[in-house]
């Protein structure tokens, strides 16, 4: 079964400039997704796919093959989805073989281990789904929002009615870390979730990602004290 990792990894990013390969707990912060990929044993290359040439020759460094992304989808407006297609396209010409599951994690979520890689693929592998998330478990999560008059309402509780922490439903937030797809699946549906959809719970702590500067530090501190640093 060939799974291949797809990480694209753009130039463009107006919160912190050169986000993708700024120093994150000593290393390019792309360079911790390559190596969390590169430990996973059913994974069979890593890829990742940028138009900058810096992106790209810093992820030779740390052992990723690399695709150079034409400019046209490689825009503030371009899709993650536009860099998969071109990269399934790019890896199946040059291999003349079929990719069976792309995964497919993110830069900026480098709070995880390899681990988490590995056991999403047991899981669509054994649910036979077409796609797979990362979520983290919300358990007593209360969101309010703000009207058009300014009077705030609660969304997905009644205020009024309150109910025991222990009578509140479990609910799922996709954290962003990961997905995973048959790649017919995403070129059917143009979407990374599509047909039989599976959902992979992490540990909270792993849902923060480095989207802002303050983003930078309070994600070192935990890689930190929960030794994710250590590959």
């Known amino acids: 079964m060939k799974i291949s990792c797809i990480i694209p990894a753009r130039s463009g990013s107006k919160g912190i400039p050169n986000k993708n390969i700024i120093d994150f707990c000593g290393k390019p912060l792309i360079a911790w997704t390559i190596m969390q990929a590169l430990e996973v044993k059913e994974v069979t290359d890593v890829w990742v796919s940028s138009d900058d040439d810096n992106i790209l020759d810093i992820a030779k460094q740390y052992g990723a093959k690399i695709i150079k992304r034409p400019?046209?989808?490689?825009?503030?407006?371009?899709?993650?989805?536009?860099?998969?297609?071109?990269a399934i396209d790019f890896i199946e010409e040059r291999s003349e073989c079929l990719i069976d599951y792309v995964l497919a994690p993110q830069v900026t979520s480098p709070l995880r281990h390899s681990a988490d890689f590995s056991n999403a693929i047991t899981k669509i592998k054994a649910d036979d789904s077409d796609s797979?998330?990362?979520?983290?478990?919300?358990?007593?999560?209360?969101?309010?929002?703000?009207?058009s008059k300014g009077h705030p309402k609660s969304v997905n509780y009644d205020y009024k009615n309150r109910k025991p922490r222990q009578q509140i439903e479990k609910t799922y937030l996709e954290n962003g870390s990961f997905y995973l797809f048959k790649p017919k699946a995403l070129k059917n549906s143009d979407n990374r979730l599509s047909g039989d959809i599976s959902l992979f719970v992490m540990d909270r702590y792993k849902m923060f990602q480095i989207d802002n500067i303050e983003d930078i530090e309070l994600s070192s501190i935990i890689m930190k004290g929960y030794g994710l640093n250590k590959i």
């Open 71 to 86: 400019y046209d989808i490689s825009g503030d407006t371009a899709t993650s989805e536009s860099a998969w297609l071109h």
């Open 132 to 147: 797979l998330l990362s979520v983290a478990v919300i358990e007593d999560f209360f969101i309010w929002k703000q009207e």
